[in-house]
């Protein structure tokens, strides 16, 4: 079956621009990350979301990111006004909260490079 | 809060050897620790976990990590290595099933002929 996806796999903004990330999850699967992974590091936790509900956000490195899953299903992660240090692969993982095996599946991630 | 540390940034290692990737935690609650693996170009897929019960687990590549409480460690271990291992492996910890994960900086297994 499918796994998560995400789009665009590479994007390249100038600095100042805005950008969206994408992110659709296993269908089915409840609970949905965001994680960025800058260079050399682990993958570094941003916010999660239950359905529709954003339960925690306290990842987000400042006001000018910006997550919603409206619909409880693809999620969209937003830049504004990029920054050269925002320069990271964001990540995208779900996970089934009716499943014992607690594994969260990621995506391949987006590399974002502010110019 | 939760941290991870593998001190390990790069382990170099000929195929056929053993080898082990170091990983220490810091929790002041119950912990589920995890390995993750991410192969060159792909996205991270997991490849052990601990939950409770055995300390020694196992994965279906022949990889076992043991949970030591005493020490806070989380070592994983590989009694002979392939070339198809090269991949950077991350250590990870949530304080339960469906929380977000603490991972570390990855170590990078680099396995030659």
């Known amino acids: 079956g499918a796994g998560v996806s995400q789009s665009p796999r590479y994007k390249v903004a100038k600095r100042g621009q805005d950008v969206a990330l994408r992110c659709d999850p296993i269908?089915?699967?409840?609970?949905l990350f965001w994680y960025q992974q800058a260079l050399g590091q682990g993958p570094e936790f941003l916010t999660y979301?239950?359905?529709?509900?954003?339960?925690?956000k306290s990842g987000l490195p400042s006001d000018r990111f910006f997550a919603e899953r409206p619909e409880g299903s693809v999620s969209t992660l937003k830049i504004q006004r990029t920054q050269q240090e925002d320069s990271a692969v964001y990540l995208c993982?779900?996970?089934?909260?009716?499943?014992?095996?607690?594994?969260?599946?990621f995506g391949p991630g987006t590399r974002l490079t502010v110019t | 809060a939760q941290s991870v540390t593998q001190l390990d940034s790069q382990v170099p290692v000929f195929e056929e050897a053993p080898v082990e990737l170091r990983c220490n935690y810091s929790s002041s609650v119950s912990v589920y620790l995890f390995w993750y693996v991410q192969y060159p170009n792909q996205g991270l897929q997991l490849l052990l976990k601990y939950l409770s019960g055995s300390t020694l687990v196992e994965s279906i590549n022949g990889f076992e990590a043991e949970f030591n409480k005493s020490q806070t460690s989380f070592h994983l271990r590989k009694p002979s290595v392939h070339i198809s291992d090269t991949a950077e492996y991350f250590c990870a910890v949530s304080n339960s099933g469906y929380s977000t994960l603490t991972f570390g900086k990855g170590t990078m297994l680099l396995v030659s002929p």
């Open positions: 993982a779900s996970s089934s909260t009716f499943s014992s095996s607690y594994e969260q599946y």
């Open positions: 269908s089915g699967h409840v609970s």
């Open positions: 979301f239950q359905n529709e509900a954003q339960l925690d």
